[in-house]
């Protein structure tokens, strides 16, 4: 199986944990830049090539290539470029509504996915950003949040085209945050770079990138998502 | 002895205090009742002028708090058509002492009525009628809506340090059967209009001044040391259902509310603000209405809210030019749309 990664600084943490995709007889490819810098890829033909200096800077260092062709892959995933949104049960259907309409018109996920979309008919998984796992988080008062699998499933309703996958169960917290230990010696996107301050809450670790990477492969060999080859040798992955 | 003039400020005489003085450099016509700072809970609800105390506090960094806010994801384009952060709590305008007295009722455990109303399968709250645009996909949805906002008054009520509210209107539309009140005439917005139920009243000085006064006995019962700051709008009637002038109307009206302000804050733990004479006195000289003469311009707004931070706080905090949000949710206006 040969599986597209494109996203921002969250693509850290899985690529860091590739020799999980390894170990699984799975190809990988990344295509990444930090922040929303990768929307700024211009499609050409059945391409998306990065042409300004940094990007293309940026994308070198993840994918090795300037450009990359989504139909190449048995799989696209989108990582990072959207976010669980922080729902309440007290929101309307005509709040959610809108805010779902507004995921779909202008997340990075969804401007991505309208370059790409009329390159491909493969498989697209869209990954959002890890919850934070700020161990003080701040709310509003009396904040009574949706569940994070309430949640997701109004994060699904924003890409009809693509199956939403949430981070792994077991590296929740609780409804709205990651267990802090995930967090700590988060990777950059550019492997030289010095890891994630300890400060920062919202990357994630090589040890979360595996469970990741486990989630995917899950959903996969589940019939989660149509992809071409769904050949993930499991015996082999940890 | 002297007389009680002879040591009177320049402020107490016209001719000091407004006519030798510009228009603009007018002052002292506030000094609050008690200090106003940035870590005081502010909670403000009313007419749609009060919801320039809400957007100039926020700028300002006072703290003022929503108890029903909009949620991060939401641009805030789509918190205002859904009237997130509005005001303190998603209640739609609250133009008499009556209506809020009705909201503090609720909030303090009498049961809100269950009207609903429709159109088409749509269902609209009968107490917040544009609170949704669309209104809400099932009456459940409405009620449980409603609940929250209810909710989140209480929680204005009690965990607030000043409660700001700005009497619009003494004009206020009944249910005759039920006797509670509606923020607008069923059928102007949303509803549909019956005579037999839908009474017309337009509020007396004892009444206005009673609502008020029991609003208060309420809020205090959930926080006694709380402190309510009033204001009148300076913003005229859009429409009148009685018989006068619409400007006879609005006289009769803003005399009324200013009137009650002035005597339920003869209280050492009420302040009255004056919005209304920073727009309407005749030395500004109708120069802070747009050209309908009913909406306050950018720089009324301006003035207003310099008047306040000047008061409260230091210069610093009363810029002379301020980013004015002319874009408010004001049902009342709406009615225009009747006039032929």
């Known amino acids: 199986m040969n599986i597209a990664i494109l996203g921002n600084s969250h693509v850290a943490a899985w690529k860091l944990a590739a020799d999980e995709a390894e170990r699984a007889n799975v190809d990988v490819t990344f295509f990444a830049a930090t922040s929303n810098n990768l929307l700024r890829v211009k499609a050409e033909g059945d391409e998306i090539r990065a042409s300004d200096g940094d990007l293309l800077q940026q994308v070198r260092r993840t994918s090795g290539a300037a450009a990359i062709k989504p139909d190449d892959h048995d799989l696209i995933v989108i990582i ?52 934070p796992a700020d161990p003080t988080p701040k709310y509003p008062p009396n904040f009574k949040p949706m569940s994070y699998k309430e949640r997701l499933a109004v994060l699904q309703r924003a890409f009809p085209d693509a199956t939403v996958l949430g981070q792994p169960e077991h590296t929740l917290q609780d409804q709205l945050r990651t267990k802090s230990g995930f967090s700590s010696r988060a990777p950059r996107l550019d492997p030289d770079a010095d890891l994630q301050p300890a400060s920062d809450y919202t990357h994630m670790n090589a040890e979360f990138g595996r469970a990741c990477w486990r989630s995917l492969f899950d959903l996969v060999l589940s019939g989660g998502v149509a992809a071409d080859d769904v050949h993930v040798d499991r015996s082999a992955a940890g | 002895m002297p007389n009680p003039y002879k040591n009177q400020p320049p402020k107490a ?69 859904f009237s997130y952060d509005v005001f303190s709590a998603r209640t739609g305008n609250i133009y008499t002492s009556s209506l809020l007295r009705q909201w503090a009722s ?41 609940e929250c906002a209810i909710e989140a008054f209480r929680h204005c009520m009690a965990d607030c340090d000043l409660f700001v509210f700005t009497l619009g ?31 017309f009243r337009n509020q007396s000085f004892a009444e206005i001044r009673d609502n008020l006064a029991e609003t208060i006995t309420l809020i205090r019962s959930l926080n006694p040391d709380v402190r309510c ?25 803003k005399s009324v509310l200013r009137a009650v302000a002035a005597e339920i804050s003869d209280n050492p733990m009420i302040d009255y603000f004056p919005s209304y004479e920073l727009i309407t006195a005749p030395p500004f000289r109708g120069s802070f209405f747009e050209p309908n003469q009913r909406e306050v311009n950018p720089h009324g707004v301006a003035h207003v809210m310099r008047t306040f931070f000047g008061a409260v706080g230091s210069e610093e905090e009363a810029p002379r030019a301020m980013e004015v949000d002319t874009d408010l949710v004001c049902e009342e206006e709406l009615l225009t749309a009747f006039g032929r």
């Open chain 1, 80 to 131: 990072g470029l959207t976010k669980v949104p922080d729902l309440e049960a007290r929101f309307s259907s005509g709040v959610i509504d809108m805010l779902v309409g507004g995921i779909r018109e202008y997340s990075g996920a969804a401007q991505l996915l309208r370059k790409i979309g009329p390159m491909t008919a493969k498989a697209v998984v869209v990954i959002p950003e890890p919850l």
């Open chain 2, 106 to 146: 609720w909030a303090t455990g009498e049961a809100p009525p269950s009207e609903v109303w429709y159109d088409g399968k749509r269902a609209y709250d009968p107490f917040r009628p544009r609170i949704e645009p669309n209104g809400f996909a099932t009456a459940d949805e409405m009620m449980a809506s409603r």
């Open chain 2, 229 to 253: 700051l009033f204001t009148v709008s300076p913003v005229p009637l859009t429409a009148t259902a009685t018989q006068d002038h619409v400007l006879v109307a609005t006289t009769r009206s």
């Open chain 2, 13 to 81: 005489f016209w001719a000091t205090g407004v006519a030798a003085t510009h228009f603009l450099d007018i002052s002292e016509l506030w000094t609050p009742k008690w200090p106003i700072t940035k870590a005081d809970r502010i909670v403000t609800f009313g007419s749609c002028f009060a919801q320039h105390f809400a957007g100039a506090l926020r700028s300002n960094r006072y703290g003022w708090t929503s108890f029903e806010p909009a949620t991060e994801n939401m641009s805030p384009h789509i918190a205002k058509k």
């Open chain 2, 169 to 199: 209107l003494t004009e206020s539309w009944f249910n005759s059967a039920e006797g509670f009140e509606y923020p607008m005439c069923p059928g102007t917005i949303a509803g549909k209009f019956d005579p037999d139920l839908h009474r």
